[in-house]
């Protein structure tokens, strides 16, 4: 793991301690962000508890952009207004949204073997780890392919173009990349 320097920091070193997931990155935005957030939603309708929730999925939006290339650094752009802007798009959206417009009243007691929106989140996150990893073993080609196809959700012909090959081409190449990827998931899957 590597230690911050104690010079102070250009924005392009965040970006690239970010990119190589290094911890001190998170902590540093972590620690420039989530009290003014936290703020900003409890002068927004929100708790600290939602300012929380908030907070780590607008991270999260933000590190799987930064990841995916979807983010990508421009000079003179500070990561922290960015990764504010991502949070409070969290907010906002939840804000919007019926689960706060009918908020409901805090049962007595947790029951954990009927939280199935919990149970599916876990499952979900899981899934989302599984493919992650799958994603890094495919080769680059079909990694991109992929990313093309279900994350920047580009047609068949749109990839094809940028990638130089037919649409039929392009068609089998997604179809073989796709299996390969179930096979590597599948691979990875706890088994009962």
Partial sequence: MTTRKTSPLSQSELYEAL???QGWAYDYLYGELSHSFRYWVERNSGTEMDAEDAFHKGLLNF??????GKYEFRENTKI???VFDY?????????????????????????????????????????????????????????????????DE????????????????????????????????????PRN
């Fill in 19 to 21: 990119k190589k997931r």
């Fill in 63 to 68: 590190l799987l952009n930064l990841e995916t």
């Fill in 80 to 82: 922290t207004t960015v």
């Fill in 87 to 151: 949070c409070k798009k969290v907010w906002l959206n939840e804000l919007a949204s019926s689960r706060l417009k009918k908020r409901a009243i805090m049962p007595d007691a947790y029951d954990p073997v009927n939280d199935v929106d919990l149970q599916k989140d876990l499952e979900r996150a899981e899934t989302i780890a599984q493919v992650r990893a799958a994603l890094d073993q495919l080769k680059a080609d079909c990694r991109r392919l992929i990313e093309m196809f279900y994350c």
């Fill in 154 to 189: 580009l047609s068949l012909k749109e990839i094809a173009k940028k990638l130089g090959m037919k649409e039929s081409s392009t068609k089998q190449k997604r179809y073989d990349c796709t299996e390969k990827l179930k096979q590597l998931v599948l691979k990875q899957a």
